[in-house]
């Protein structure tokens, strides 16, 4: 039961151009929404994140948008560089496990490429 | 120092071998995790310590045994794997539980089971 969902597996943009990468979500339990950024051969890092009470955060190029309503969210990059390239996962916290706790899952990821 | 350290980098150990994943943290971070990636797939959690306690254990078989020795170390013991266990592990860090802290992750150690 994938409940982070990134429909997108690849996305191929000119550099300078935005970048727009999408992320729907199933469970309304969810209150607090990231994206991590992932080069090969390395672990993901973190980029942006939202809280469910908002709708938008900006930070720099990245900017993220929330539609409670859609279960949908988005991470906008403009304007894209070709550094930007990597895989991004989206992540949404607040599903309490078993064990009472919240826990962080993970989107499948899109891969971003830049076309200089 | 911002990291989450993670040793070896890569590892690859026969079914019946014992060996252990390190994971190092001095941000002072109260939480630390451990997440499996397969190829193509997204992190998924293994386990979580807050405290030194462990606080989840994702259903992960006993093959995998977790260890948190104090504040900034956690280990993963691997004995008598699968080859369907290669894949790379990550270890995270937050300075508390829930999304809102964010996690730092480790670049991770890339394992292969033979």
């Known amino acids: 039961d994938q409940q982070v969902k990134q429909n997108s597996p690849s996305l191929s943009v000119q550099e300078g151009r935005i970048s727009i990468l999408n992320c729907d979500y199933t469970?309304?339990?969810?209150?607090?929404f990231l994206w991590y950024k992932k080069y090969p051969a390395e672990g993901p890092t973190f980029l942006i994140s939202?809280?469910?009470?908002?709708d938008k955060n900006e930070d720099g190029r990245f900017t993220v948008f929330l539609n409670k309503s859609a279960k949908h969210l988005s991470l906008h990059i403009v304007p894209s560089q070709p550094g930007d390239s990597a895989v991004y996962f989206c992540?949404?916290?607040?599903?309490?496990?078993?064990?009472?706790?919240?826990?962080?899952?993970f989107g499948t990821g899109t891969r971003l490429t830049i076309i200089p | 120092d911002t990291e989450v350290t993670q040793t070896p980098k890569h590892l690859v150990m026969g079914m019946t071998n014992k060996k252990s994943l390190k994971c190092e943290q001095h941000m002072g971070h109260r939480a630390m995790y451990w997440y499996k990636q397969k190829a193509k797939k997204p992190p998924e959690l293994m386990f979580v310590?807050?405290?030194?306690?462990?606080?989840i254990n994702e259903s992960v078989p006993s093959r995998f045994s977790p260890e948190c020795p104090n504040s900034s170390l956690l280990n993963l013991h691997l004995h008598a794997l699968q080859p369907e266990d290669s894949a790379l592990y990550l270890c995270?860090?937050?300075?508390?539980?829930?999304?809102?802290?964010?996690?730092?992750f480790g670049s991770g150690t890339r394992l292969t089971v033979v």
């Open positions: 995270a860090s937050s300075q508390g539980l829930g999304g809102y802290y964010g996690y730092t």
């Open positions: 939202i809280s469910s009470i908002k």
């Open positions: 992540a949404a916290s607040g599903v309490i496990s078993n064990s009472g706790n919240e826990k962080l899952t």
């Open positions: 469970n309304s339990m969810f209150d607090y």
């Open positions: 310590y807050s405290y030194e306690k462990l606080s």
